[in-house]
């Protein structure tokens, strides 16, 4: 591990650490003094840094989970951001990472158009660094303790399959998914019905997901509803469960970054 840089961002006490991990680079928030509790979130380039944001807006995820944590009277978590391999030499490395691997490497279909093949697919290792190497590290640089029970992981679109399939991969590291927008056209209903069976039905395991309704999230409902539907029927509800529509919103971290404050209160509460 290697310390790039410090920076500082707008609305955000003390300072963002970039940091790499071999090839992947991870940016990450800490409170002053660290934390018990983690929040871990994919496509970390648009965390918190407007210059590495794809399309220069920010979810703005630690100052949300600061002002969420103050209604709460709790310690603010400490926010990660992994950054997807994606690359001019790799432009598909997103999805070689943030693809939930094994449901594909067993034969399952690729219905949502794709360049990557089974043979490229390395989402079990990119989850692997994430809790063996990444946070461990973090966790000793922040003078942090965590621990699974107040540790979240967070995604949007790829990033939200990536959350659910970790739940399933790493259910003892982690006890709260919140998976925003999951691309579940990706192989769509088979995907959906591979996934919501699988996940940790443990006590104290929480999901929540969400959705908007324009754009390519516009396309999202019968997969969705799917998914809501199974999870009723394996006794899910509204302690561990939520399922919500955000009209209005689309398929971006501004629109994510609009309704944020609701899954980490989720989370923290």
Not at 10 to 30: E, H, K, T
Not at 100 to 118: A, L, W
Not at 151 to 176: E, H, N, Q, V
Not at 194 to 212: C, N, T
Request: hydrophobic letters at 35%; aromatic letters at 12%.
């Amino acid at each position: 591990m290697e310390q790039i840089k410090r920076f500082q961002v707008r609305g955000l006490p003390g300072w963002v650490s970039r940091l790499q991990f071999g090839s992947r680079i991870v940016d990450y928030w800490s409170p002053q003094g660290g934390s018990d509790r983690l929040l871990i979130a994919h496509d970390g380039q648009n965390i918190f840094d407007r210059k590495t944001a794809t399309f220069l807006y920010t979810w703005k995820m630690a100052q949300t989970s600061i002002r969420v944590a103050r209604e709460l009277r709790i310690n603010p978590p400490v926010v990660v951001g992994v950054f997807h391999s994606s690359s001019k030499l790799d432009p598909d490395g997103r999805a070689k990472d943030l693809c939930p691997e094994d449901p594909f490497r067993e034969g399952m279909k690729v219905t949502y158009r794709s360049n990557v093949t089974i043979d490229q697919l390395r989402g079990n290792k990119y989850l692997s660094q994430i809790f063996e190497e990444i946070t461990p590290e973090i966790a000793e640089l922040s003078s942090s303790q965590f621990i699974p029970e107040k540790i979240a992981m967070i995604g949007s679109s790829m990033g939200g399959l990536a959350t659910l399939y970790s739940a399933i991969k790493f259910p003892d590291r982690f006890k709260t998914a919140l998976a925003l927008s999951t691309h579940w056209p990706l192989a769509g209903e088979p995907l959906v019905d591979w996934m919501i069976p699988r996940l940790p039905q443990e006590e104290g395991f929480k999901v929540w997901m969400s959705r908007g309704t324009k754009g390519l999230d516009a396309t999202y409902p019968p997969f969705q509803e799917r998914a809501d539907q199974l999870m009723r029927e394996l006794n899910w509800n509204q302690t561990n469960f939520r399922s919500k529509v955000f009209h209005r919103t689309t398929h971006n971290e501004r629109s994510w970054a609009s309704y944020l404050d609701e899954p980490i209160r989720f989370w923290l509460t």
